[in-house]
Structures are given as C-alpha cells and as structure tokens.
C-alpha cells in the first residue's frame, strides 16, 4: 500500500486517481501509524514553500517521514514535494527543507533569461543518469511542468533535467529518496508509467 | 525544449459537448467522457471544459462528469464556466480540475482573481477574455460574448495578471467561428504587455492558421480550438506532425 501524505496542501484527487488507474492500492492520510504501515510513501506538494514545510512540521508527519526513510522506505516527493526534500529553499526568504537531499531551491527566474516564468507545459526529459525511476521511460519523452522554482547545486543527485534557457532540474535520488518536479499524475502515459515503476521498486 | 500546447475546448450543457458558431445556433456532438478519453489518446496536451450550465441540476451534472473525466485522464484539466467566487474555485479543483478559468465572474469582481491567486496560486488562475473590436480599440465583453462591459481588454488583461492571473485565454469574438486563422493582431497586443502565457483561441479553421500562429507570434504558448477538432476536420496528430515538420516544437 502506497501511502500519500496529506498534511494540507494541493489537490489529491489526480494522484490518487492515477494510482488507482494503474491499479496501486493507495491511501491519502495524514495518519502516522498508517504511513508506517505502508510499502511506499509519496509527498506532494503545490503552493507556497514556507507554508508547506510549516504545515508538515506541525502535523509532525516529517517526523515520520524521517523514520521510514532511515529504515529504507522509498519516498516519491512531487513538485513542491521535490522541493521539500532539500536543505533549503529561497522562496520569499530562507527556509529549512527536510534535507534529505543535498541542494537548495532557487528562483527560475533569476537563471532563465526573458523565458516565463511560471515554467508551465510539456517538456522533454534528458536522462543523466539509469535509474528504476524511468524504468519505462525514453530520453525525450514528454512530461508536464509547472514551477516558478527549482532544485540548485544537487548535481550528484539529478536523475533528469529538463531544457528552459538552462538544464532545470527534472528529477533526484539519493539511495531510497526520489523527487520529480515534474507532475507525473499529470503528464499522461509517460506520467503513470513513472508512477508505475516507482510502485514496482 | 519546452512545446507549443494544443488544447481542444469542450463547452458543456447538461452534461454534453457542445459548441456554438459565434457563440449561437448551439449543436450537440458527444459525451465529455468518451471525447476527452478520446483527445487524451489524440496528443491533446490539456483539455479544456466549460460549463455553459445555468441550472443547479446541470451544474451538479458538469461536477459529475468533471469527477469520471479526472478519475480516467491524466493530463492537465481547466475548468471555467459559472466560476463567481472561491467556493465555486473549490467545488471545481476537489473534482480533479488543475486550472480554473474565470471570465465573467471576474469582471463582477475583480478581486476574486487576487483571491483565488493566493489561495491557490497563479498557476491555477486562468483569465478567459472575450474580446470584439469596438470603435478602433480592444472591448471586453461579458455574459458568453452578449455584454458590452466597456472595460478596455488592455488593460483588463494587465490589471488580471498584475492580481495574479497565471495564463490568459484570448477569445477573439471577432474571428470566433469564422475558421479564417486566429485574430494574430488582438494576440500581438495582448503578448506585447504580459509575461504569463498566451493561448490564442477563435478562428482556427486548418492546420495552418496554428502553423502561423505560432511561426508569426512565438509568444503565444498554445492553440485552443473546438468545432475543428471535434468534428475531425484537423486530427490533432496531424496537426503536431505538420507543426513540427515547420520548426515548431511540440510534443508528439
């Protein structure tokens, strides 16, 4: 069972539906003895860094998410759930991420030139490095982005980038932690098949 | 390399796709399900549902097919139509939409734009404008293309962005139905003053009224059609291979 933290913030329901689609049993909770219980856990994310990382903290789900992730427990964080992962973020000031991967979360607009921000469509992943994560995945397939942020100074870790006036960071791993940011429940068959392969590992 | 999008529109009443030729004479086509499945499998890179609804039971009807749209399709989904104020936000986004767009709503009130931005964030606000020209100069009009508002596009558009609108859907009343190219001179003046994505919409009639689109206006971001692709006089597929066969990136 695939266990999707819920600590209050963003929308669920596309995840939930896309693992059930591919036919995971997963559960949207904010219960720690049900995350412990669970196979896998996923952390998503949309909004405001600041905000997140103090919904988590009070809820005291990072915590658990410490705990399972010592014992090995692999951990998907999507989009400002990626972000959450790191040592820091400068969103509107400095913020202390989970650091569970080595990097901090920088402004895209400061490294992409006169391209929009929000980075917002389809992109094409180029992948650095194999990874089970991209299982079922070719260099050049599309996934969908939305982000105004972006993952900085994690170059052992980045799995995938993406193109946009500079390489974005795509994807990260360091042993049993993963993080797209990307939306994998958003970024059709290539997308599920992402999910796929990370409910299978 | 980020792709041009390319959007179908589906316009709903009581819970089926509908879409009008200069917003009138009103013909049924399909089950919303069934198109965006069928869309989805396409290479549509994000649908688009309004809600052309006026009754509480149509409404319940559209969140209904909302739900079943969301619970098989995987790519993004915005959601306009009705939208007044934050709970209708709400009652949209827990059915699986990703953006909502408003129109109307927000020209009642404009604040809801500002609200919604920060509740949410930008990237979930879509400002929908219907735009005619009126007396030389860009007119927004209200109420599904009906109303005259007097407000100056311009500077509506500006003044969405700046409470936080994340994308603009410029609806050219003008070339709407027409299937002659998209108003490429409304859409150089809305993408000369805002920084968010463009989506140019009305007046796609062949493949390459986008191919110009987007050769002729590299800022705008996306193609939205509806009557074209519904009726299979442009195979979306097609269309991307042709895009991309002209230097144009898309995802294929």
Same mark, same amino acid.
């Given at each position: 069972m695939v266990a999707i933290i819920d600590y209050g913030v963003g929308n669920l329901f596309s995840l939930r539906s896309s693992l059930s689609f591919i036919g995971v049993d997963a559960v949207v909770t904010g219960d720690p003895d049900v995350i412990a219980a669970s196979d896998k856990i996923i952390l998503p994310g949309v909004g405001a860094f600041e905000d997140a990382a103090n919904k988590l903290r009070q809820s005291g789900l990072d915590k658990v998410i410490y705990e399972e992730v010592e014992k090995g427990k692999k951990l998907l964080g999507i989009c400002l759930g990626m972000q959450m992962l790191f040592e820091e973020s400068h969103e509107y000031g400095v913020h202390k991420g989970?650091?569970?991967?080595?990097g901090k979360v920088l402004p895209l607009a400061d490294v992409v030139g006169d391209l929009k921000v929000p980075h917002i469509g389809w992109n094409s992943l180029s992948l650095k490095k194999e990874s089970k994560l991209y299982k079922y995945v070719n260099q050049g397939d599309f996934v969908y982005f939305v982000h105004s942020f972006y993952g900085a100074e994690c170059s052992e870790s980045i799995s995938a980038i993406a193109e946009y006036g500079v390489e974005v960071t795509a994807s990260v791993e360091r042993d049993n932690v993963y993080g797209t940011q990307f939306h994998p429940e958003k970024s059709g068959e290539v997308g599920l098949s992402i999910l796929r392969a990370f409910c299978e590992m | 390399m980020i792709t041009k999008r390319i959007i179908p529109c589906l316009d709903v009443k009581n819970g089926r796709v509908v879409k009008g030729i200069n917003f009138e004479g009103l013909g049924d086509v399909s089950s919303p399900v069934e198109l965006a499945a069928y869309y989805s499998g396409a290479g549509a890179d994000e649908l688009v549902f309004y809600d052309i609804t006026a009754s509480a039971e149509g409404r319940a009807l559209f969140t209904d097919i909302l739900t079943q749209v969301a619970s098989q399709i995987f790519i993004p989904l915005t959601v306009g139509g009705g939208i007044n104020t934050i709970s209708d936000f709400d009652r949209v986004l827990k059915c699986g939409a990703d953006k909502v767009s408003v129109n109307s709503g927000a020209i009642r009130n404009p604040l809801l734009i500002e609200e919604a931005a920060k509740k949410y964030g930008d990237q979930c606000v879509v400002l929908s404008v219907d735009v005619k020209r009126v007396d030389g100069g860009f007119r927004v009009f209200g109420r599904g293309g009906r $109303?005259?508002?007097?407000?100056?596009a311009i500077e509506w558009i500006k003044r969405g962005v700046a409470m936080g609108a994340g994308e603009i859907v410029l609806n050219s009343i003008d070339t709407?139905?027409?299937?002659?190219?998209? $108003?490429l001179e409304m859409l150089r003046a809305v993408c000369d003053v805002v920084d968010v994505p463009v989506i140019a919409s009305g007046g796609a009639g062949c493949m390459d009224d986008f191919t110009k689109l987007f050769k002729e206006l590299p800022k705008v971001d996306a193609g939205l059609a509806a009557s074209i692709f519904h009726f299979g006089e442009v195979k979306i597929q097609d269309l991307k291979r042709e895009l991309n066969a002209n230097g144009i990136n898309v995802r294929l």
């Amino acid at each position: 069972m695939v266990a999707i933290i819920d600590y209050g913030v963003g929308n669920l329901f596309s995840l939930r539906s896309s693992l059930s689609f591919i036919g995971v049993d997963a559960v949207v909770t904010g219960d720690p003895d049900v995350i412990a219980a669970s196979d896998k856990i996923i952390l998503p994310g949309v909004g405001a860094f600041e905000d997140a990382a103090n919904k988590l903290r009070q809820s005291g789900l990072d915590k658990v998410i410490y705990e399972e992730v010592e014992k090995g427990k692999k951990l998907l964080g999507i989009c400002l759930g990626m972000q959450m992962l790191f040592e820091e973020s400068h969103e509107y000031g400095v913020h202390k991420g989970l650091g569970l991967i080595k990097g901090k979360v920088l402004p895209l607009a400061d490294v992409v030139g006169d391209l929009k921000v929000p980075h917002i469509g389809w992109n094409s992943l180029s992948l650095k490095k194999e990874s089970k994560l991209y299982k079922y995945v070719n260099q050049g397939d599309f996934v969908y982005f939305v982000h105004s942020f972006y993952g900085a100074e994690c170059s052992e870790s980045i799995s995938a980038i993406a193109e946009y006036g500079v390489e974005v960071t795509a994807s990260v791993e360091r042993d049993n932690v993963y993080g797209t940011q990307f939306h994998p429940e958003k970024s059709g068959e290539v997308g599920l098949s992402i999910l796929r392969a990370f409910c299978e590992m | 390399m980020i792709t041009k999008r390319i959007i179908p529109c589906l316009d709903v009443k009581n819970g089926r796709v509908v879409k009008g030729i200069n917003f009138e004479g009103l013909g049924d086509v399909s089950s919303p399900v069934e198109l965006a499945a069928y869309y989805s499998g396409a290479g549509a890179d994000e649908l688009v549902f309004y809600d052309i609804t006026a009754s509480a039971e149509g409404r319940a009807l559209f969140t209904d097919i909302l739900t079943q749209v969301a619970s098989q399709i995987f790519i993004p989904l915005t959601v306009g139509g009705g939208i007044n104020t934050i709970s209708d936000f709400d009652r949209v986004l827990k059915c699986g939409a990703d953006k909502v767009s408003v129109n109307s709503g927000a020209i009642r009130n404009p604040l809801l734009i500002e609200e919604a931005a920060k509740k949410y964030g930008d990237q979930c606000v879509v400002l929908s404008v219907d735009v005619k020209r009126v007396d030389g100069g860009f007119r927004v009009f209200g109420r599904g293309g009906r $109303d005259d508002t007097g407000l100056d596009a311009i500077e509506w558009i500006k003044r969405g962005v700046a409470m936080g609108a994340g994308e603009i859907v410029l609806n050219s009343i003008d070339t709407d139905g027409v299937k002659n190219g998209f $108003d490429l001179e409304m859409l150089r003046a809305v993408c000369d003053v805002v920084d968010v994505p463009v989506i140019a919409s009305g007046g796609a009639g062949c493949m390459d009224d986008f191919t110009k689109l987007f050769k002729e206006l590299p800022k705008v971001d996306a193609g939205l059609a509806a009557s074209i692709f519904h009726f299979g006089e442009v195979k979306i597929q097609d269309l991307k291979r042709e895009l991309n066969a002209n230097g144009i990136n898309v995802r294929l």
